[in-house]
């Protein structure tokens, strides 16, 4: 029995679409001959194998790998609280700009912050005076709309955090890489000085064998000389 489709979007590995077997060519030109002049498709008149190959219009709320996302991530965790808190008011205190970079974020976080402070002091007067839920609860709700609000500021905030952060590594990984190089620069240096030093010796060491070559060769020289004058010697006195 097949699970239903929502328990498998909520798996961090779904399983395969069944419909993944109708993204075939013939399916592909068969659907090409049904769109005319770029016009939409009425799905419900399209054969049931070529449902499936039109892409569903986009919803505000979507899973990839178990993750929840949005389609338009401009303001999360006001969907979010709107989702899960259906009764809860929740108003946004800063303009819903479409370029966000024009954005004043550090002027509305100023804002919101001096917001908070005296709605605190208001709560805390209004305690005083009475516990009643009646006199306090709009002040209570209040600030933790502004909280909410600069929640979603500093949220805001994440991407360029992300690029920060990527910099940092990248810088950090450069100079890794940059003193294994110096590494490996003063280690060939101590190789080449060590290699230098033996062959220095080595060089001193053939020179050492030449001369003592040559000490023998004259050694023998002489001591052929000294033979052969006794042996000169020796033949007179015979005679």
């Not at 401009?74 to 979010?80: G, K, L, S």
């Not at 010796?201 to 000490?215: I, L, N, P, T, V």
């Amino acid at each position: 029995m097949a699970e239903p489709q929502e328990h498998q979007l909520k798996k961090s590995f779904p399983e395969p679409p069944p419909f993944y077997q109708y993204f075939t060519p013939q399916n592909s030109a068969r659907l090409a001959k049904h769109q005319k002049d770029g016009a939409d498709l009425d799905i419900s008149k399209l054969p049931s194998d070529l449902r499936n190959l039109v892409p569903p219009k986009p919803t505000p709320v979507f899973r990839v790998f178990g993750a929840k996302g949005y389609s338009n991530p401009r303001n999360p965790v006001f969907e979010d609280i709107r989702v899960h808190f259906p009764n809860s008011y929740l108003e946004q205190k800063y303009p819903a700009l479409l370029d966000s970079a024009s954005l004043d974020r550090p002027f509305y976080l100023k804002k919101l912050t001096r917001s908070i402070m005296v709605d605190y002091l208001t709560l805390m007067g209004l305690l005083s005076q009475s516990p009643e839920p009646t006199a306090w609860a709009p002040v209570n709700e209040n600030i933790r709309n502004s909280f909410v609000n600069v929640l979603q500021l500093v949220n805001e905030y994440r991407p360029h955090q992300a690029r920060e952060s990527m910099i940092m590594m990248m810088e950090e990984q450069l100079e890794r890489g940059n003193k294994e190089i110096d590494d490996i620069k003063n280690m060939k240096e101590k190789v080449e000085n060590v290699m230098e030093q033996l062959q220095r010796e080595q060089d001193k060491r053939a020179a050492a064998m030449d001369e003592m070559d040559q000490d023998m060769k004259e050694s023998g020289g002489f001591a052929r000389r000294m033979t052969s004058g006794w042996l000169a010697l020796k033949e007179d006195g015979a005679d």
